[in-house]
């Protein structure tokens, strides 16, 4: 089968050997694959000595064939993928044998993939292969630290740092869903234009005085994942008392926080990262129930994967990016 693979430093379209359904596994052909910035750390993180591995976190398609022991799902059944490896129950952190397909198991972006039958969901039916593709990963994400660790709820107002990335838009349509404000900023127009027609009711310039613009707002919480360039900027919003959710970095890992200004505000800080079974399945209904589709910025083929990684890299589009397998 054809696959997108790391190996040996390099990232590479290969035939690689069809997996079998071992017990309870299943045999998914995968129609259409969601990127992640996580994707693009992979290779980094492994080194140019590694044998190969088919990377890919998100994905949905068709059960092909099932393992001894599989009764939930039969071939033929549209189902997506559950990157969210061995964390079944809500906990305050994952299990320690928690891990995210795509390293070092074997991941989506290929023809096929055998999964656990743990590791499956049934597709939503209003969406397409390339949505379903696009909402385990991102949308587990926004929801757990929405929801979960933020406590958000209707008439409560979010803000947003960094509205274009895929995890923000799962976030705007969230919140709006439920009855909050919410509030984003983004370097790009364009962005911010896409943004407040996704449904945000503000749209700042990164570069303007968020203080100033938002003076008599009341923020109620903070989603954060930019990391040190946007956090103490962010922080300054927020009431006393008020909550803030950070799942990522994607600048510099590292912040100076001033303790005293801190405890003075009685501010609570939580980490986020993905999220277990059971809070995808619940996300899974709010999308049902509210008739959400994920935001798809732009749809790639397999063999165009480098490209796509390319266009990632660059931090361009609005929502997600996928990688269309079959028809």
């Known amino acids: 089968?054809?696959?997108?693979?790391?190996?040996?430093?390099?990232?590479?379209?290969?035939?690689?050997?069809?997996?079998?359904?071992?017990?309870?596994?299943?045999?998914?052909?995968?129609?259409?694959?969601?990127?992640?910035?996580?994707?693009?750390?992979?290779?980094?993180?492994?080194?140019?000595?590694?044998?190969?591995?088919?990377?890919?976190?998100?994905?949905?398609?068709?059960?092909?064939?099932?393992?001894?022991?599989?009764?939930?799902?039969?071939?033929?059944?549209?189902?997506?993928?559950?990157?969210?490896?061995?964390?079944?129950?809500?906990?305050?952190?994952?299990?320690?044998?928690?891990?995210?397909?795509?390293?070092?198991?074997?991941?989506?972006?290929?023809?096929?993939?055998?999964?656990?039958?743990?590791?499956?969901?049934?597709?939503?039916?209003?969406?397409?292969?390339?949505?379903?593709?696009?909402?385990?990963?991102?949308?587990?994400?926004?929801?757990?630290?929405?929801?979960?660790?933020?406590?958000?709820?209707?008439?409560?107002?979010?803000?947003?740092?960094?509205?274009?990335?895929?995890?923000?838009?799962?976030?705007?349509?969230?919140?709006?869903?439920?009855?909050?404000?919410?509030?984003?900023?983004?370097?790009?127009?364009t962005k911010r234009k896409q943004a407040l027609e996704l449904g945000a009711d503000i749209a700042l310039d990164t570069n303007s005085d968020w203080n100033k613009e938002l003076e008599g707002e009341t923020i109620d919480l903070v989603i954060e994942s930019v990391g040190r360039a946007t956090f103490n900027r962010s922080l300054s919003l927020l009431k006393k008392g008020g909550r803030i959710v950070v799942f990522g970095a994607t600048t510099d890992d590292t912040v100076d926080l001033d303790l005293r200004a801190f405890f003075y505000g009685q501010y609570q800080l939580f980490g986020s990262t993905l999220g277990s079974r059971e809070e995808l399945r619940d996300m899974i209904r709010h999308v049902e129930k509210y008739g959400t589709h994920p935001i798809v910025d732009k749809v790639f083929k397999l063999d165009e994967a480098a490209e796509a990684f390319d266009y990632i890299e660059e931090g361009k589009q609005f929502g997600k990016v996928v990688l269309q397998v079959t028809n």
Do not use: C
Request: hydrophobic share 45%; glycine share 12%.
């Open 1 to 189: 089968m054809k696959a997108f693979i790391h190996e040996y430093g390099q990232l590479k379209i290969a035939n690689m050997k069809e997996p079998v359904a071992a017990s309870g596994e299943v045999i998914v052909a995968i129609r259409a694959a969601g990127l992640n910035r996580r994707d693009l750390y992979i290779p980094g993180r492994r080194g140019d000595e590694a044998q190969a591995l088919t990377l890919g976190s998100d994905g949905a398609g068709v059960i092909e064939s099932i393992g001894a022991g599989v009764t939930a799902f039969a071939v033929g059944d549209e189902v997506m993928i559950n990157p969210s490896l061995r964390w079944f129950e809500n906990s305050d952190a994952p299990p320690v044998d928690f891990d995210i397909l795509g390293m070092p198991d074997n991941g989506t972006f290929a023809e096929k993939i055998a999964i656990s039958v743990e590791q499956i969901e049934r597709k939503p039916a209003h969406l397409t292969w390339v949505e379903a593709a696009v909402l385990s990963l991102a949308g587990l994400t926004g929801y757990r630290a929405l929801f979960t660790k933020g406590g958000l709820k209707a008439g409560d107002t979010v803000f947003i740092p960094g509205a274009g990335g895929g995890v923000a838009t799962y976030l705007i349509s969230f919140a709006k869903n439920v009855g909050a404000r919410v509030i984003v900023t983004s370097r790009s127009e």
